[in-house]
Each structure stands twice: as C-alpha cells, then as structure tokens.
C-alpha cells in the first residue's frame, strides 16, 4: 500500500493555528464534508473513539496522533495530514491517563478494514524514523509533503 494514493492538497494542513485537538478535527470534517468525502456523522464518530481509543503516540523526542474512525462514516477514502502550528495536546494510545503535545497529525478515512490497518502499519514503520518526521514537521509546501510522504512511503517498502 502507498500512502500517496489517499493524499490529496485539499486535505493537507501546514503549521496550522489550532488550540486543540478538537479544532483539528471540526476543520478536517469541514473540508471532507463539503468535498463530499464523509458523511454527516463522520465529526461525532471520530470525537467519540477518540475519547475510548486515544491515538496519541510518544515517539523519540516527538508526539503523534493517527486518529481514524469507523468505515461507514467515509464516502471516499483519503489520509489528511495535519501539522498545528502549535503542539497539540493527545491522549496517548498506550496510556489513556497519560498525555502527550503532538507535532503531527495524520487522519485516516479509510473504509475498508484492510486498508486502515495497513495504512497503520505503514505509518508506524515511517514515524519511527526522527529525521523523516522532523522534515514532514518542517514542511511549508503541500505538494512536498505528498511527494515527501511518496518517497518515504516506497524507500520503506523496499
């Protein structure tokens, strides 16, 4: 599976100015909505396994969240990145008590369950390399983070 195949400019966010976690999700939902890619349902849905499933993810000196939610909310699959301006607070997925401020988001609408866990298995093995996040983190140009994402996503595969 490549990444690049559910990348897309629309639904690529840089350095964007949000308070939480919350304001990450309405603006996602906003834009895959009136793109026509989730249904109506899609913002409560990912809000809601959020809360039960924490996806937050503590790494070496970084954070991570790779929220998803259930199939039937998305029309048409896609992966939205999104790095906040600002650090966002995440519950963490191995410790929902614990916290952690995360530089980078990636949103998976995904639905199909295959494609959602290897997606997420994609991911793991491209955010366990600390230089390859910190270039996404730094990233001021959409089409360079797809083809940043593409290029990764295929030097992993080999």
Known sequence: MNIEEFLSEDFIW?????KSQLDVFEKV????????FVSGEFLEKIKEREKVFPTGLQLDGYGVAIPHTDPECVNKQFVAVFTPE???MFKRMDDSN????VKIIFVLGLNQPHSQLAMLQELMVLLQDKEAVENLRNTTDKKQMIQYLSDLSKQKQR
């Open 14 to 18: 840089l350095n964007e100015p949000v």
């Open 29 to 36: 939902f906003t834009k895959c909505q009136d793109k026509g």
């Open 86 to 88: 600002e650090e966002v």
């Open 98 to 101: 614990a916290e952690v401020n």
